[in-house]
């Protein structure tokens, strides 16, 4: 279902760095937070280790790419 939410810049900023970072899509990140602010439990699914990622989140809170 599609739904549209004005969200803050720095949250939309912060979900997208995870999702990247995650190898999720912004989509599957949002309802697992979604669902975890809700106290349901995760959809059981096999889910793949996410991808080796040359970003990491730094100790300012910015991405850091590596490599």
Known sequence: ?????DLPDEIVREMKLRA????????????DLLRQGLGMAAPRQATKPPPSSPVEI???GLPVIRG
Do not use: C, I, W, Y
């Not at 279902?1 to 939410?5: L, S």
């Not at 990247?20 to 309802?31: I, S």
């Open 58 to 60: 730094g100790s300012d």
């Open 20 to 31: 990247v970072v995650q190898g999720r899509t912004l989509k599957e990140l949002v309802a």
């Open 1 to 5: 279902m599609k739904t549209t939410f």
